[in-house]
Each structure stands twice: as C-alpha cells, then as structure tokens.
C-alpha cells in the first residue's frame, strides 16, 4: 500500500433544483479498501455513488483519483474519451439489476469478453480463455459460456456482471445493492465470493447498501448517510457496534434479529 | 440546367432542385474528406418507396451531368425491376447514355454487389444503403452510437464477430460484414455480400453511400485503405465456391443459385451478368450453357 488514497473526494454536492441530492461530501479511499454507503431510501446514497463514478454531474465540488501514474486527476476536468476509457478499464460498476449492467442478447463469454476487445484484445483464443477463466472464478459452469445471461439465474446473472467488471484487473469497483433482489442463501454466496475476490485482487471498493449486513461482512469502513448528508463515519465495527449519532443508534436497533 | 428545350420542362435536370442538389454535394464533400464517417443530410422524399434506393438516387441525381454514362445493377443484375426502373428514371430526367457494361460507365449505381470487373480511375460507385449504423444492431440508442464513433469505441463489432465464432466455429457474417476506413472509422459497406470486401481496399474509384431513410451519407475516396474486422486467430475470409459458373464457366466470381426443378436441380451463376455475358461473348462457356452463339440480349442472362 502506499501512503496516499486512491480517490480523493472534496465537498461534493448534487442538488435537483431546489431537493438536496447530497451535500458537502468528503472523504479518502484508500488502496485495498472497501467503503459502505449505508443510509434508508432517499438518503442520497446512489446519487454520491453516481456522481463519483462520473455517470452524473455533481453541482459542485471535486473527486480526484490517482491514476497508475500515481498522479491525482480531476475526473470532472477529464475528457469524456478519458472518462469513459476509465470507466472501461480501471473501474467497475456493478448494478443492482443485472440486467442493467450486462448485454442481455449476447453469450455469457461475450460479455465477460466486450472490455477486453474494447481494449483492443483481438485473438479470439485468448478472449475466450479469459473467460472461461473468470466464468469458473465467479462458479458459473464452464458449459453455460456460451448461453445468454436471459437463460440465467439472479445469482448467476449477478455474479456474471461481477466477472464482466473485474476482467481487466481494475482497481476500483462500485457497487450499487448488489446483493438486493437475491434470496438469502444467494445473498450469502455472493458475499463470499466478493469478499474472496476484493481480499484476491487486493480492491478498492465503494458499495452501497441499505443492509448492514452487507456492510458489516464487505466493508472495512462506512459512512452512514441521512437527508443527502453524512451523520456518521468510521470503521464499520465501530459504528456498528457503538453508534454515536441518533440516527445510526435508530438504524442499528432497527436491524430484526431472528 | 434544364430539360431540352423541345419538351416541356417537367422536371427539372436530374430530378432534384438545384438548391437540394447543392446540399446533397456539400454532404459528399465533407464525407469524402472525412473516409467512413456518416453525414447527416436532408434526405427527400423521392418517386419512389424507401428501400427502393432512395439514398442512392439522391446521390446519383446530385453528381450526374449530361455527359455521364450510367450503369444500374440490382445484386448485380442489369436487368432486374429496381435497377431497370432506377436506369428508366434517370434517362427520363436526365436524359443521360445508360449502359449495362462496367467499362463504359462513368456512373454505378448498386444495390448490394460490386461488378467482378475492377472499376478505373474517374468512375464512380454508388450505392444504395438501408441501414448505414453498424452497430445499430448491438447498441439501438443513435445518441450512444455517434458517441461511440466519436470515440472510436468499437468494441462492441468484435462482439458481435465473437458471437459468431462461439456458436458457428467460425465468423459467419456473410454480407454487411463490417470494415474500418483508413484505420478510423467503422463501417457498413452496405449489404454487399463480404466477398465484396476486398475490392473496396484501395479502389481505384469513387465510392459513395447513400441512405435515404436513414439521412446519411458517406464515402470512401479513391485509393483508401479498407480493413475487414476479424481477429487474429480467426482471419477475415470471402466466400469460396466449390464450381464455377454454369454459363461461363468464370472461377472466382460470386454464384447466385438457381433452383431449377422441385427435384433438387440447382444451377450456380454469376451474380455480375454483365461480366458473365462478356465472358460468354470472348467464348467461354460453362456447362449449362447450350451450343448455340452467344446470347445477344441480357434477358438470357438468368439470374432471377
């Protein structure tokens, strides 16, 4: 690790109109680290995700990431070639509707394999192989590569989405819910394997959940927002276990215990 | 310019207005010097329906002059309905010498083919385009595909030849088989068969595109670099035919077949019967081809 984060988020506000989105947001992400974004329906948790992944436009302030040159860019004074090929190469987005995220007409292989060829990768064998590689990473049979995720499972669809983003090795993932919609025991599985793949690949990640559950077994830190703004931040067993401001106590207690 | 004087001016020379012809020329203009790149114009409505060849007309009405010679071919048939129509219309216009031999015309216009004969210096091919996206299949949002040219993004065509190899063993694309211009933009060559392909590579003619419903035109120039898409363990090939044309006898030439009788009887003839006659007339025969001379009138040709 080194001693400087990866993304570097300065007051970062997105306003519709005259409704607060979120506001004044800022924080480090470091090398290897997984934030949870946790808060209730309408906290502003996907737009802070959107405007730091650069699928929305904040109002104001900055989010500067290095990159593999170890120099800081400023991702809204990039191009949006720039952006895009970032967003292609050394993010990921996973969706928390699978089909939001995946070609849902082409093979399961093809859309494990589009980033590679959208980089440029132009030998079938090679594609293929990677595929295959990834398909078995994420436990999909090696025999189902060559059919559409429409012909797919929930789980299996999502954990395809999942292989789809990390093919080209990148270091910085977002995840919208990626677990909501899935059964329990589905639910489970998928934690286990993101984990292995995050401790694997050595990950940055910002995922955004409503389940502390999820945030608890993923994450290392969190912050918990309400209203669009942060009431809490800290390491995830800190503020789970000892919650400070009202609303997490209130969010913490809320959780049903089987 | 206008019709000749001894008849009543109904249209004006080669259909379109002067002003509309000037527009459709500023959008070749700026095709031509941008290889690939698809042009919106004001495409407008013409006698005839769309997908009849309404890009290319429009194209073919705003370059033609009185002196131009024009061949029409439809899958590489003189003598079919869209091109003899297409030919009578711009006689009718423009008052303009037609022929069917590829030699002789300054102008060709085509549906889907390209003639086996290799075009010179100084013609000029036009075709006729229904849909000039290429990746209009893999990405429908127009928005994301201009975007995606922009950025010369084209991933997503290695997709779809993926797609081919992992359900056929092979890329089975066989006609608008995608192209990169000058090592820039991605094209549709238009339905031509990709047998085709090959001859756009450093054409000695003027290749100009025509999409009238869609409102696009685009242009690859003379002598202009044109890359099938594949990859590298599965190379870009044509398609090969295993005899040769029934009439002629010609080897490496496109087959159309014919059915000839419900007992499975099928005859393989070329697709181009301008070049299958002028090989008839220079002698050659195939075996399907009968013992009598040479047959005189395109009607012979056979290829419906």
Redesign the interface.
Same mark, same amino acid.
């Given at each position: 690790m080194t001693d400087e984060p990866l993304l570097r988020v300065r007051s970062v506000s997105k306003f519709y109109g005259n409704r607060i989105g979120c506001e004044d947001i800022s924080f480090d992400l470091w090398p290897g680290e997984v934030l949870a974004v946790v808060g209730e329906s309408g906290s502003g948790k996907t737009t802070l995700l959107n405007c730091l992944s650069t699928r929305l436009m904040p109002t104001s302030g900055s989010v500067a990431y290095r990159m593999r040159d170890n120099a800081f860019h400023d991702l809204y004074r990039m191009s949006?070639?720039e952006r895009?090929m970032l967003m292609r190469t050394d993010w990921g987005f996973v969706h928390q509707n699978p089909a939001d995220g995946l070609?849902m007409t082409?093979?399961a292989?093809?859309n494990v394999?589009?980033?590679l060829?959208?980089?440029?990768d132009?030998?079938?064998?090679r594609?293929?192989a990677a595929a295959t590689d990834w398909l078995g990473r994420v436990e999909i049979a090696e025999d189902r590569?060559?059919d559409q995720p429409r012909a797919f499972s929930g789980g299996m669809r999502q954990r395809l989405q999942i292989a789809r983003n990390l093919v080209t090795g990148p270091r910085l993932v977002f995840m919208d819910e990626p677990t909501g919609g899935l059964d329990v025991s589905v639910q489970a599985r998928l934690l286990d394997l993101l984990r292995g793949l995050v401790h694997e690949l050595g990950l940055s990640a910002i995922v955004v959940t409503h389940d502390l559950a999820v945030a608890r077994l993923l994450s290392h830190r969190m912050i918990v927002m309400k209203d669009g703004h942060v009431v809490e931040s800290g390491l995830t067993d800190r503020v789970l276990d000892d919650p400070q401001a009202p609303y997490t106590q209130l969010l913490v207690s809320s959780i049903l215990q089987v | 310019m206008n019709a000749p004087s001894d008849t009543i001016a109904q249209y004006n020379f080669a259909y379109l207005d002067e002003q509309t012809k000037r527009m459709i020329r500023r959008a070749i203009l700026k095709a031509i010097a941008i290889p690939g790149y698809q042009v919106p114009f004001a495409s407008r409505e013409m006698p005839m329906p769309y997908g009849w060849g309404t890009g290319g007309v429009q194209v073919t009405a705003s370059i033609i002059g009185p002196d131009d010679v024009l061949k029409v071919i439809d899958q590489g048939a003189d003598d079919t309905t869209n091109a003899v129509s297409i030919r009578a219309f711009f006689q009718k216009v423009a008052h303009v010498a037609v022929t069917t031999h590829t030699a002789d015309a300054t102008i060709v216009q085509t549906r889907h083919r390209i003639p086996e004969e290799p075009l010179k210096e100084g013609q000029v091919l036009v075709y006729q385009v229904p849909i000039p996206e290429p990746l209009r299949f893999l990405e429908p949002r127009e928005t994301e595909t201009r975007?995606m040219h922009a950025?010369e @993004?084209y991933?997503?065509m290695?997709?779809k030849l993926? @797609?081919d190899?992992?359900?056929h063993g092979h890329i089975a694309t066989t006609f608008a088989y995608p192209v990169k211009v000058e090592g820039r933009y991605v094209m549709d060559p238009s339905p031509t068969p990709k047998f085709d392909n090959p001859k756009m590579h450093m054409s000695r003619a003027l290749q100009l595109f025509g999409a009238g419903r869609e409102k696009r035109i685009y242009a690859v120039p003379p002598h202009t670099r044109v890359e099938s898409l594949?990859? @590298?363990?599965?190379p870009f090939e044509v398609q090969r035919f295993d005899e040769p044309c029934a009439l002629c006898g010609g080897m490496d030439v496109y087959l159309d077949e014919v059915i000839l009788d419900d007992q499975g009887g099928r005859m393989f003839v070329c697709s181009d019967t301008d070049h299958c006659e002028e090989r008839r007339d220079a002698g050659h025969r195939g075996h399907l081809a009968g013992e009598d001379g040479p047959p005189s009138s395109i009607s012979e040709g056979g290829t419906q």
């Open positions: 949006e070639a895009r070609r082409v093979s292989g093809a394999g589009e980033r060829m959208a980089v440029g132009r030998h079938y064998g594609i293929r590569i060559d | 975007k950025l @993004e991933g997503l290695h997709v993926y @797609e190899i992992a359900q594949d990859f @590298e363990d599965h």
